[in-house]
């Protein structure tokens, strides 16, 4: 059924243009990041919705592998970087992540792709070690980075009852993130549909969670009585 993806397709554009606007009006690094993020989700489901209707072309599969699978979830962990650190340090791992964009598309457009792409889309490519371990690398540290960014918040909380927002906003963006993860892992077990109805979540939970980190704490939260 292609109405999965194409529901993927709108809430990553409509999360895109929202943060993009929201941007504009309160510049913030974070911020740019994150619409790239949503952006590639959206280009992604794009490419499934006119692969499933009109056949998939060597080209679509390329871009749908390079940024569905393996470019999104480092610009996800990025824009966290830019909440969490020094603004210098995350330049320059900005500087890290648009030479590993540069590495990954290049290493996509050699990869060969079988007779069967018109039906098999991104499944037909074949990829080698160096995209592979790209693709497992880039996600396994982005996963990690969000992750610790939310554990990070958390004990910031616990300890200085500060940073509540962020805190609440980082733990719904590292859950998004977990749920297109899970549809992933259900696609490789041959659930393809799953796949954009965990997106469609996880979408909708990311861009809740950016939301959220954009709401000043008003005043610490007092700590609670011995």
């Known amino acids: ?100 964009t540069a590495l990954a598309v290049s290493l996509i457009s050699q990869t060969p792709i079988g007779p069967n792409v018109v039906d098999e889309g991104w499944r037909a490519l074949e990829r080698g070690p160096g995209m592979t371990a790209m693709t497992i690398g880039i996600n396994s540290t982005g996963t990690a980075i969000l992750v610790g960014g939310l554990l990070y918040s958390v004990i910031s909380f616990r300890r200085k009852r500060i940073m509540r927002n962020r805190m609440i906003g980082l733990s719904l963006i590292v859950a998004g993130t977990l749920a297109v993860a899970s549809g992933g892992t259900l696609t490789r077990l041959g659930s393809d549909q799953l796949l954009y109805i965990a997106m469609s979540i996880g979408i909708a939970l990311m861009f809740a969670g950016y939301l959220w980190t954009r709401k000043p704490d008003a005043r610490p939260v007092a700590a609670p009585a011995a």
């Open 1 to 100: 059924m292609v109405i999965f993806p194409i529901v993927a397709a709108i809430l990553a554009f409509g999360c895109a243009a929202a943060v993009a606007r929201d941007y504009l009006a309160r510049p913030r690094p974070a911020g740019l990041v994150w619409s790239i993020a949503f952006a590639i989700f959206g280009v992604a489901a794009l490419c499934e919705v006119i692969g499933t209707l009109s056949g998939w072309t060597p080209l679509m599969a390329r871009i749908y592998y390079v940024l569905g699978a393996t470019l999104v979830v480092g610009y996800l962990a990025l824009g966290e970087l830019y909440l969490l650190m020094r603004r210098s340090w995350a330049d320059r791992a900005a500087g890290v992540m648009i030479l590993l």
